[in-house]
């Protein structure tokens, strides 16, 4: 079974990329990976197995 989590970035107006690469190695470390980044939205879309 899959979870998954939206989260809403908040990564001002400096540095963005880095923030941006920051955050996501961020949530690798706990096993969530990339689903998706719904266009002109501010948020990302995370997944990850539920029982692992």
Known sequence: ?????V???K?????RI????DVLNQF????????EIPQGWNSI???RDKNR
Do not use: S
């Open 1 to 5: 079974m899959k979870e998954y989590k």
């Open 7 to 9: 989260v809403t970035l």
């Open 11 to 15: 990564l001002g107006f400096r540095n």
């Open 18 to 21: 880095q923030k941006f690469e």
């Open 28 to 35: 690798a470390r706990e096993g969530w990976i990339l689903k």
């Open 45 to 47: 879309v995370l997944e």
